[in-house]
């Protein structure tokens, strides 16, 4: 399958060319899978986690339009460059790494390792090069072979089995984004207000109480602005509340202005 290329931005920034982390050195790896909408549903997984290498060994059906419903927008490019291959064999071909998923253990299965413990292997290996994450069928997860065509085995802890695509999207999040969750954060809204932000919110606040006579206490101005100062800053405010802040007390200003031009009432 292919259609033109579209750039996914990488959700981690490699550590070198040959960094696990480097989506480039990355491929999703599902075996046998059965349902349309999983396979879909992690084109788009995929996608948000900026990874880009999609496999499918001897799926039961090649991906259709309940597949392409399911990726989205977004995950279409990852979709429609999917790679199928007849074998898990054969997907693995260009990798250094196997890392197999799976619930079930077993006398014929080698130890296990947890997903911070996984993580932690590959930030001790910032040359490996080529990784594969490797995902069994829906109903029967890996098999016994295809667990021993792998180098780690990968447990999520769970109280029963998880959905294909929730499982991807669980592992993708703990390998690539947990430690820049706060960078995935796009939106103004999010973004913590700059000290000079601060300085022209407390500023501007100093303004508006001289203009309106305060304090009348035996405080001076400037030491109530002192304590307004290091509030802001223990408070670590983001931009859109400063922001407000600074429209609530003009407003406060504009009112009070307002009222002393006011004439006395009859």
């Known amino acids: 399958m292919s259609s033109p290329s579209t750039q996914i931005p990488p959700s981690q920034p490699p550590a070198s060319n040959n960094s696990p982390f480097n989506p480039a050195n990355v491929r999703v790896v599902l075996c046998h ?10 084109a788009r997984s995929m996608a948000c986690f900026g990874l880009e290498k999609l496999f499918l060994a001897a799926p039961l059906a090649a991906p259709g339009s309940e597949a392409r419903n399911w990726a989205c927008a977004h995950g279409l490019p990852v979709l429609n460059s999917c790679t199928i291959v007849p074998t898990l064999a054969e997907a693995l071909q260009g990798t250094n790494l196997a ?49 021993e065509a792998c180098h780690k085995l990968v447990n999520i802890p769970s109280f029963g089995s998880l959905n294909l695509a929730h499982a991807v999207s669980l592992g993708l999040y703990e390998l690539f984004a947990r430690e820049r969750a706060p960078e995935l ?82």
């Open 33 to 42: 899978t059965a349902g349309q909408a999983n396979i879909g549903a992690v």
């Open 99 to 147: 890392a197999g998923f799976t619930r079930r253990e077993g006398h014929d299965r080698h130890q296990m390792m947890s997903l911070p413990e996984f993580h932690q292997h590959l930030l001790n290996s910032p040359n490996l090069g080529g990784l594969a994450l490797v995902f069994g069928n829906e109903e029967s997860g890996l098999s016994n072979a295809e667990t």
């Open 185 to 266: 954060v796009h939106s103004e809204q999010h973004e913590l207000a700059s000290p000079e932000l601060r300085r022209s919110l407390v500023k501007a606040i100093g303004e508006h109480l001289a203009a309106m006579g305060y304090p009348s206490h035996r405080s001076t101005l400037t030491a109530e602005l002192v304590k307004m100062a290091n509030l802001l800053e223990r408070a670590r405010l983001e931009k859109w509340e400063v922001n407000y802040l600074g429209g609530m007390f003009k407003q406060l200003r504009n009112h009070y202005e307002s009222a002393l031009a006011a004439p006395p009432p009859d």
